[in-house]
């Protein structure tokens, strides 16, 4: 049974920086797009970045520069490295893995950005 946990949210001043993490078990991941995605309060669900099994990343043009999204196979591990945060960043952060043409997500966890 694929699952994935969510951490590293919090409350932080706009210009910090918070660390989340999506640990996947279940199976090896080392070959599947993993992402992150945020959903803000009345907004729809966007991505906000992703990775290859292979490394390659992709990012959405708001983040671009500041998040950075990383994974350690060995640990079934997705990073994002979220640096010079804004309030408008402020957003529930899910985890997703593509597997085998299903998505699974995680339960999200809440980051919260102060002005």
């Known amino acids: 049974q694929v699952q994935l946990v969510e951490s590293g949210g919090g409350l932080v001043q706009a210009g910090g920086s918070l660390r989340l993490s999506c640990a996947a078990s279940?199976?090896?991941?080392?070959?599947?797009?993993m992402g992150w995605y945020r959903q803000a309060p009345g907004k729809q669900r966007e991505l906000v970045a992703r990775i290859s099994g292979g490394g390659s990343t992709l990012y959405a043009d708001s983040v671009k520069d500041r998040f950075t999204i990383s994974r350690d196979n060995a640990k079934n591990t997705v990073y994002l490295q979220m640096n010079s945060l804004k309030p408008e960043d402020t957003a529930v952060y899910y985890c997703k893995l593509l597997r085998l043409g299903r998505e699974y997500w995680g339960q999200g966890t809440q980051v919260t950005v102060s002005s």
């Open positions: 279940g199976s090896d991941f080392s070959s599947n797009l």
